[in-house]
């Protein structure tokens, strides 16, 4: 009879441990999951800013190099995208475009473990082809 209630208390008492541990694995498996979100979307800002340098190469036309990059980051919020094109002179020398997203939160339950915003940055320098 002793082995039955030593059965059941253990039971209860791995029940119970399960329980408290369970909110802490959670938040700590959505953190990861933040993080991914987070680094899918660096990624995304690397593609943007090489896409907008290659095209200020092939053109002297600073808004088409703006709407490469911002084309190329089609599955971020626009309005949080900054793009900066830096040009040393004529056909030959560096062109640099520095794209910038100021990235929101995207899971609310692990908001308070990271800033309101994480500002994401990349720069692709390529050399101009055109004068």
């Not at 009879?1 to 253990?10: F, H, V």
């Not at 939160?105 to 692990?110: E, N």
Request: net charge neutral.
């Amino acid at each position: 009879m002793r082995e039955g209630r030593a059965a059941a208390a253990s039971r209860g008492s791995a029940t119970l441990e399960f329980a408290l541990v369970l909110p802490l694995v959670l938040v700590m498996a959505l953190a990861v999951v933040q993080v991914g979100v987070l680094l899918k979307d660096q990624l995304v800002v690397v593609e943007s800013a090489r896409a907008g340098a290659r095209e200020a190469a092939v053109t002297q036309d600073d808004g088409a190099a703006r709407q490469a990059a911002a084309e190329a980051a089609a599955s971020l919020d626009g309005a949080r995208l900054d793009v900066r094109i830096e040009r040393q002179g004529g056909a030959g020398t560096p062109v640099s475009v520095a794209v910038v997203y100021h990235a929101p939160i995207a899971i609310p339950v692990v908001a308070w473990l990271f800033p309101s915003t994480v500002d994401l940055s990349a720069r692709a320098t390529m050399r101009t082809e055109t004068g």
